[in-house]
């Protein structure tokens, strides 16, 4: 089981469990890549991280991946 904990600007944080690595990465980035398009932001990876910031650098959300 693998859990990733989501936080944004205005929101509380959320915690989702997957089945594995694979599976979380793949959700994180799936809904990483939607909050970008809707913002407008761009999507970096670091490591177990995902944030979505927007072109000066200000972060709208992060997904990271605790095992």
């Known amino acids: ?7 944004a600007s ?3 944080c959320t915690i ?3 089945a594995n690595e694979e599976s979380a990465r ?3 980035l799936a809904d990483a890549r939607e909050v970008a ?6 999507v970096r990876g670091y490591g177990d991280e995902i944030v979505v910031s927007r072109k000066n650098g200000d972060e709208i959300a992060r997904w990271e991946m605790r095992k």
């Not at 089981?1 to 936080?7: A, T």
């Not at 398009?37 to 761009?42: A, F, K, M, N, V």
């Open 16 to 18: 989702y469990e997957y």
């Open 10 to 12: 205005g929101f509380s």
């Open 26 to 28: 793949a959700a994180m």
């Open 37 to 42: 398009d809707e913002h407008g932001g761009e």
């Open 1 to 7: 089981m693998v859990k990733v904990r989501f936080s």
